[in-house]
């Protein structure tokens, strides 16, 4: 019985950094995802039915860090993969927040979407 809690504890212990890691996850018209292994917080509008992009902006919440703002357009503007920033020069463990509006040229509407807490 000890040796499976010693085994237990060890590979709780023994997990990777990516911990942290995330999605992607569905924000209404794309998707965020955020690679704590590789410190890439990822943004890509759905590239179905018109144009549409996604806006992220980073706020470090727990200490100061990078506070990127971007957009990620799909392949109606001829741009059909995701943009990444880095989160590389963060404090490991910084409490960060993205906040997240996309478009959709249907509906014609900029929307804010609900807000991603994460740690870097």
């Keep these: 019985m000890v040796a499976i809690a010693v085994a237990a504890a ?11 890691s995330f999605g992607p996850v569905a924000v209404g018209d794309g998707t965020v995802s955020y690679n704590d292994g590789e410190d890439q917080f990822c943004a890509q509008a759905y590239n179905t039915e018109g ?3 996604v806006e992220v902006t980073l706020v470090p919440l ?4 990078p506070s ?3 957009r990620d357009y799909n392949n ?4 059909p993969g995701s943009t990444c920033r880095s989160l590389a020069t963060a404090y490991e463990d910084t409490y960060y927040r993205a906040d997240i ?5 249907e509906r014609g509407t900029v929307v804010n979407r609900a ?3 994460f740690y870097s």
């Design 10 to 20: 060890s590979f709780a212990l023994a997990q990777p950094a990516s911990a942290n």
């Design 68 to 70: 990127p703002t971007w």
């Design 101 to 105: 509006k996309t478009y959709w040229g």
């Design 76 to 79: 109606s503007y001829d741009h």
């Design 51 to 53: 144009s549409r992009w």
């Design 115 to 117: 807000s991603r807490y």
């Design 62 to 65: 727990s200490r100061s860090g």
